[in-house]
């Protein structure tokens, strides 16, 4: 059978590292992390804390750990944490900070991504022996399962400015913050401003084969650097990955404007092909969430599966809806070539749509 090339849309984790990246591993300087004598990791974390404005940074694994650490130094065991019910931190993450740090998720909607700064104060806890203590605010920027949504400034100091009036901590999940960055066209450090901690991945967008940070007073971050070891984190010469993920900090960014289009044009295509049941106007980033008009799972199923074999990967979320996510490594020209099979897979399935 031919091999073709495969158009991968699945995630933004999927890029591989750069010539520039594995040149900059090979060459990196390294010690051992957990002895704090690793110059790559270091020199990362700087980078990090400076770009998100923090005091200090702790160089994780993934970001999967670094909003477990995160919880986990800020929320102790029968505490509670108020979370949207579309968050990656409730949703996707095994009960991690429930399984492994006794915390509590309570979950409130997710509008479009955003919480509501009222529905927040409502469920915070008033002080009474019935009740666990609220401990923290969880958001996410730019949102994952609202479609790539970036949450403004606006909208985020709202939150947060409940939850300080209540003495609650707020844990930004800001693993693709840099896309909202600059959907927003405002400094990642604003975004970021009023959370207590900060999560990033650099193994998203930015193209690092892996690795995530943690962000915020240097008082957290010890506590988060314990946590880490706890949770088995605590990585030897890390610079090989760091060094990676420092190019991505650096260069990432500044194309991501690139990926933001991209997707605006696979939304407008798959829009415009009368299949399809999505508003380009709602595509703020790399993510592009549609649904199949009138699909039933095992046809969601099937469809995602016809067009792999005819040469593109996205991902069936479930009941007809999809997923499909730009990044450094699909060009422009790829992109069109993906609404292309994919519509053309899904005229041929479904028969043409006539408007
Ligand atoms: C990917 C992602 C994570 C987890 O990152 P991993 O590195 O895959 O563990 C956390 N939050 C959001 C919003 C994500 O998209």
Not at 114 to 143: Q, Y
Not at 283 to 306: M, S
Request: glycine content about 8%; charged content about 25%.
């Amino acid at each position: 059978m031919q091999r073709r090339e495969l158009i991968d849309l699945r995630s933004d984790t999927v890029t591989k590292p750069s010539a520039k990246m594995r040149a900059a591993m090979a060459g990196a300087e390294v010690g051992d992390d957990v002895y704090r004598e690793d110059p790559t990791v270091a020199e990362l974390e700087r980078e990090t804390a400076a770009a998100l404005g923090k005091e200090a940074a702790l160089y994780v694994p993934s970001g999967t750990m670094g909003n477990l650490v995160s919880v986990l130094a800020q929320a102790d065991r029968g505490e509670e944490a108020i979370v949207g019910d579309l968050a990656h931190v409730f949703y996707s993450e095994a009960a991690s900070a429930a399984a492994f740090g006794g915390v509590q998720l309570r979950t409130i909607p997710n509008h479009a991504g955003v919480l509501d700064p009222a529905e927040v104060e409502r469920a915070i806890r008033p002080r009474d022996v019935h009740f666990p203590r609220t401990a923290l605010v969880c958001l996410e920027n730019t949102h994952n399962r609202g479609g790539g949504r970036a949450i403004t400034l606006a909208e985020t100091h709202a939150v947060c400015h409940v939850a300080r009036q209540h003495g609650v901590k707020v844990h930004l999940d800001g693993s693709r913050i840099f896309n909202a960055a600059v959907a927003l066209d405002v400094p990642a450090a604003a975004l970021c401003a009023e959370a207590d901690s900060v999560n990033v991945c650099f193994s998203k967008g930015l193209g690092a084969p892996v690795g995530s940070a943690v962000a915020g007073t240097t008082a957290f971050v010890e506590t988060a650097r314990k946590i880490r070891k706890m949770a088995g984190g605590g990585m030897r010469q890390a610079g090989v990955i760091a060094a990676a993920a420092l190019i991505a900090l650096r260069d990432g960014p500044k194309r991501l404007h690139e990926d933001h289009s991209n997707a605006k044009e696979l939304a407008r295509a798959l829009a415009e092909s009368g299949h399809f049941q999505l508003d380009p106007a709602s595509v703020h980033t790399n993510i592009v969430v549609f649904d199949l008009r009138g699909a039933t799972d095992a046809e969601g199923a099937a469809l995602a599966a016809a067009w792999r074999e005819a040469g593109v990967l996205a991902h069936h979320i479930g009941a007809g809806r999809f997923r499909a996510v730009t990044h450094l490594d699909v060009t422009r020209e790829q992109v069109r070539k993906a609404a292309e099979i994919i519509i053309d897979t899904t005229s041929r399935r479904r028969g043409a749509v006539h408007a």
